[in-house]
């Protein structure tokens, strides 16, 4: 058998890896051969493709990024796209199914070419962590990691200038990078998408923590909507013309909070690093299992489900499972967090 | 009430974290009052108390190490050990009960307390993560990212000399470490305590990896039994005299790997940098979890269990659940990862 | 003899263990005793000190920011300020001298309280290594390690979607972290204070790099002038009110960059994660070595001079020697750097 | 011109760079074309060659280890070795100089070959710093850090255990990784080559540490030579069959250190990690540059000599100022150091 692989939206540390498992279990313990799709749907839709034995995936578990490219191509659009001619594509290249590596967009669209008759099987892939049908996705780990680092060094300038920091992390729908790194890092207020909240009550959160002699950390999501940002700015008398438009949630939030508080205040928006470079162990270790067991369901002919993780087994669920709603930060888990802003 | 927290056996990251959550929580959302028993279960015998207020556990998340101290005593040994002992010594310094956070031994100790009329809660400890009834413990994920970042500086240069390396990591009755750290850094051999091997089956590994040009990495437990290993030596003509003592297995292994495979082997005992430092993201997030849930343990007097993780969630389980039987890698973790030798 | 010791400016990586230095050799090979004084010139003026013994000092060579605190305060304001005020202040607390750590303004200060009799010793402070007479400050190293890491990440998410990414780092007048950085991460631009360039020029670079396969990554100084910023936005018809305004200068680059080569392009001002968090060994051993020396410069009597960096050793320099004009990068080191983008 | 570039001796993080900076400045400023030679002096011996465009430099300024490979061959020993056959293999392959990477040997080497005619120019390589006529050499400085790192975590299992902990580092003949890597983790003993001490003085510095409330680090350099170490272990009735042969001197130390001072001692050997992996930012701007002059020097035609590093500059020096005595850590900086013991 022929198998694609595909890594297709934002990258993340850990694609490379399951790349590797798969073709290292697949080419050794079964008698499967692979070839790499270039950037990720555009490539199966423009029929792009590249040699993946085992000499390409050479030392990729720790290396970040990936090296088949990505996109985010839909593969039901444009000329060439739609089910039939994938699959008249895929026939011609003698390629018996495909291996789509991706988010939620990704999954959704292989869930409908698999219904359209392609062999597809899914491998999640979220930065955010927003699958649902998974505990953690890879790249999760790391990011987490990362952000928890350069949150620790913000502590250090805030202590030294008794000032307020604002860390923005990534997380467009759901705060569980915030949530995780933000208890990781001992911050005073985590703001979510999941749980609105006025400036009134971030600023009371701060004050709190600088009357008790801290520097106050407030962690929060790209995704996090202030309740009333616009009022909020007119309200404190800041102007309007001076808010920041291009920059992120956290440099809007910093100039309210010094105003209300204060208490000097920086945003730092971390950006771009939180996706980069080499995968933490736990996700090199989650991304290679993913892959090994993407091989043997291949072989079991599990088309049209994706390998997820359930405490610490890999599993396989339909792609129904993780599609629909996100998996966001449960109030719960988010009250525990509360617990320790004081 | 007024709870007394001991941590106890080797040191671990996320001691410290545990201890700030449990205080944070108990102090903020309840009103427990706390006290710090020093090094272990010796202070729990001897008296040996100290002030544990939020102030003492201000920015503890990130530090390794516990600021308590820690000791191998066992409470029933000594003059003024022994359960009656000890209730009247925490009846004398009005304590009402104990979280005592350690391993096998530690909750061992903590279930026959408990059976002996001692209010104690469990928090589980192993860097090893050899403990039942939790999916991981705190500490392991920290030492395997140590382990993992050494073993990627160690393939450098058995690359650029084209060597074999040998890194021997903690674990003393099982091999999870080994396991995820080999993984994680692509070794071509795992040496762990559940799967005996000869010195002739890791050579072959060795030589493999060697014949497709890689430079061999070979990772090893610390409590990995070479089958033969007198035998080995006197057969393979090493002298005996010269076989490292008192170094640990993997000193051992690589005389035997070079002569057998005939390419040059160094050894590294990665030792107690695994165990110390800043805790890993996750740890954090775990130890800090494990915490606030003990608070909320105490508060519900739920004595005589502990706390741990199944899945994303921390559930309590009776101390028996954890003890007896270790947490040892099953055989089907082990195939998984060998599906990556080659 | 009594002396005490402030920091002022911006925090660095490093000025706790200038601290500890000083306070070790002072009070162990000397018999000099000291004060802290709090948040820089605002303690001196305002009386505001701290105990500063052995104890205060344990363990401080690792951790970031400064335990003193630190503020802007000119010592020559305010109704408390002067050097007559400051004469009486230091005289009530019996405070013999001053070691006065911090940058250009802080020297400069310490420099004229010098000419008006107080007795002030000086150690330069500045993470961006823009102070003259000496070769290196402690800080900048850490900052750029922080930034090459950070670049690092940025890169593989470059690769994976061949994108252009800009960093912005620190360097208000001076380049020589985006110089550093940018060499030992590979950049194919570097724009820096010193070297005033086109969005022309820029663009082509990234041309030059995107043409060869490569996926281009942009340093840039937060202190880099575009020469025609306004006509470079209003020529390339971009929407001025789009501009981003309160966003670094990376973030202004992006767009234009992006429309004139076709390249998609993003960016990510790394802000004041670069100077927060544990010294790197470097910084910690020139601090360390700084204090260390500066505690025989004041038993030596050096008042009014500084200590500093020259290849491996540590000199005393007047203050005039290090003030006046900045420490810029040099057009052949801009140069060397420039021999790697193509 | 066609020039040879090869790397000998121990790997060392940097080597990639400076290969890296010599191609890229040579084919892009000058006219100049390479070939890598592979494994040292052997290469050249055995004129075992390999392409080395800008193609395969690329991205090579944050990899460990050399691309060429290494080995420890002496160009003057074997059938084909010698001035005259190297001659005539290099007119062979139309090679008209050599570029030779190295430490002591190897430049001893390019030295003789040099006066026997061979164009050879030198690069010092050594993670010791023990050569002289370069203020620092690439390698150092990452080791350094790592060594730092290791202990920061050794001393919080040492404060959790009220354990004195040892820490034996690289360093043959020359102490600057124990110095440097003691200073900047605040080591309470520092052993190096340079500096004989007996047991007792280590011991009584231990329990100086001990008594002020400190968990004692000793730093030990791997070449140490303890005064009286036979005589040391039949003095405190340690059995000498037990003595650790094969470990390194840490090992040795610890038992000697425990039996007089009474305090529980620990020994790591950190070994091969320090040499290994992606190289400091430091290291990658020291290596560039040591490349990117490597290549003027060969345009102007400077054979016979090595680039070094001289305060921030990189200056060409004849081969002898390297060579003939080593580069040791002179005393004034190890009492500089002691300072800080106590």
């Known amino acids: 058998m022929k198998i694609g692989i595909l890594t297709s939206g934002g990258d993340c540390p850990g694609l490379n890896a399951v790349i590797r498992g798969v073709v290292l279990k697949g080419t050794t313990s079964y008698d499967l051969e692979f070839v790499g799709i270039r950037d990720g749907w555009r490539g199966v839709v423009e029929g792009d493709f590249m040699p993946l034995t085992r000499h390409e995936v050479k030392g990729l578990s720790k290396i970040g990024g990936t090296i088949l490219g990505t996109s985010r191509t839909n593969p039901y659009e444009g000329e060439r796209g739609g089910a039939d001619n994938i699959a008249k594509t895929l026939y011609g290249h003698k390629i018996d199914g495909i291996i789509a590596i991706g988010g939620e967009g990704t999954l959704a669209a292989a869930d409908r070419l698999s219904k359209d008759g392609i062999k597809v099987l899914g491998v999640p892939k979220t930065i955010d962590n927003d699958l649902r049908a998974t505990d953690y996705s890879f790249g999760f780990d790391t990011a ?9 060094r913000l502590r250090t ?15 467009r729908h759901v705060g569980w990078i915030a949530l995780h790194a933000g208890m990781a890092a001992g911050a005073h207020a985590i703001c979510i998408p999941e749980v609105p909240m006025s400036i009134d009550e971030i600023a009371a959160q701060v004050t709190s923590a600088h009357d008790r002699g801290r520097a106050p950390l407030v962690v929060v999501s790209e ?8 009022e909020a700015y007119s309200d404190k008398g800041l102007d309007a013309f001076n808010r920041p438009r291009l920059g992120g949630i956290g440099d809007q939030l910093a100039p309210l909070i010094e105003q209300i508080t204060g208490v000097e205040t920086r945003a730092t928006i971390l950006g771009h690093i939180q996706r980069g470079g080499s995968p933490s162990a736990f996700d090199r270790v989650l991304a290679t299992r993913l892959g090994l067991h993407a091989a043997d369901a291949i072989v079991d002919g599990a088309w049209g489900q994706m390998v997820a993780m359930k405490g610490t087994d890999i599993v396989r669920v339909p792609f129904e499972e993780a599609l629909g709603e996100l998996n966001t930060v449960p109030r719960y888990r988010y009250d525990e967090a509360a617990a320790l802003f004081g």
Not at 157 to 171: I, K
């Open 223 to 230: 995704g996090f909507k202030l309740k009333g940002m616009d």
């Open 157 to 171: 300038t805030g202590d030294s200038h008794q000032r307020c920091m604002v860390a923005e992390v990534m997380g």
């Open 144 to 152: 987490v990691n990362i952000a928890t680092d350069a949150m620790d």
